[in-house]
C-alpha cells in the first residue's frame, strides 16, 4: 500500500534524552514536512525538505534536527535541548510544484512523545 | 506571515444535521486545503480548492479567494464526522509550505 509510515505510535522519554522518530514514505514524493501539535492547537511546522541532503528549518525548530539521506526517509530527533517535548508529532509529504504552487500534503498517523 | 482564522472553535451536532465552518485568511493564496484529524490523530485531506465549488459525497467545500475565505459544509452529519476540522493555506514566501488555521472541534452525538 502507498503511504507514509511513523514510528513508533507512542514514545517515552526521560530529561535529558534524545530521541529519533521514524518517517517513511513510498508515494515518490520529493517534499517532507515535521510538524508538532499540541493539546488543542494546531499544527506548528519543525522541518521541511524539498531534495535529498537538504532541509530547511521551519517555525519551531529550536531542539530539532533532522536528516534527509533518502528520498524515502526523513527522521526527526529530539535532543535534550528541547525545552517541551511532549506533543503529538506529525510526518507529512508531497509533490513539489513550481510557481509558487503548493501540492496536497499527505499525513502519517504520527508519534505521540511523553517526557516522564 | 498570512493569518488563518476558523469558525466556530468547537460545535455539537445532533446525527443528521447539517453544518458549515469557515476559514478566513489574511492574504492572497493560490491554494486551499481542508483536512479532517479523526480522533486517533490522523489527517486526512477532504479538499484540494483554490477556488469554487468542489463537492465529495456528504461534504463540499467553497472558497472565494477574493474575498479571502473559504467554507467547507457538512450536510446529514454521522458520528464518524466527529473529530478537529483544519484548514490550510500556502505559507508566505512559498516553498511548498502550509500555514494551517486553528481548527474546528466537531462533536456529532447520536
Known amino acids: 500500500d502507498g503511504g507514509i509510515t511513523q514510528s513508533p505510535k507512542y514514545l517515552f522519554r526521560k530529561e535529558g534524552q534524545n530521541v529519533t522518530l521514524s518517517c517513511e514514505q513510498n508515494?515518490?514524493?520529493?517534499?517532507m514536512y515535521w510538524y508538532r501539535q499540541d493539546p488543542g492547537q494546531g499544527l506548528r511546522l519543525i522541518y521541511y525538505s524539498q531534495i535529498v541532503n537538504d532541509f530547511q528549518k521551519g517555525d519551531i525548530a529550536e531542539g530539532y534536527s533532522v536528516s534527509r539521506e533518502k528520498k524515502e526517509s526523513f527522521p526527526l530527533t529530539v535532543t535534550s535541548a528541547q525545552k517541551n517535548p511532549t506533543a503529538f508529532y506529525l510526518c507529512?509529504?508531497?509533490?513539489?510544484?513550481?510557481?509558487?504552487?503548493?501540492?496536497?500534503?499527505?499525513f502519517g498517523p504520527g508519534t505521540r512523545l511523553t517526557v516522564l | 506571515g498570512i493569518q488563518v482564522e476558523q469558525s466556530p472553535p468547537d460545535l455539537i451536532l445532533q446525527e443528521g444535521a447539517n453544518s458549515t465552518l469557515r476559514c478566513n485568511f489574511s492574504?492572497?493564496?493560490?491554494?486551499l486545503q481542508w483536512f479532517h484529524q479523526n480522533p486517533w490523530g490522523q489527517l486526512i485531506n477532504l479538499f484540494y480548492?483554490?477556488?469554487g465549488t468542489k463537492q465529495n459525497g456528504r461534504l463540499s467545500a467553497t472558497t472565494v479567494a477574493t474575498e479571502r475565505y473559504s467554507l467547507l459544509y457538512i450536510s446529514s452529519s454521522q458520528t464518524t464526522d466527529s473529530g478537529v476540522y483544519f484548514c490550510a493555506v500556502p505559507f508566505t514566501g512559498g516553498g511548498n509550505k502550509l500555514t494551517f488555521g486553528t481548527g474546528t472541534q466537531l462533536k456529532v452525538e447520536l
Open positions: 480548492i483554490p477556488s
Open positions: 492574504d492572497s493564496v493560490n491554494n
Open positions: 507529512a509529504s508531497s509533490s513539489l510544484l513550481s510557481g509558487g504552487f503548493t501540492d496536497t500534503q499527505y
Open positions: 508515494l515518490n514524493h520529493d517534499a
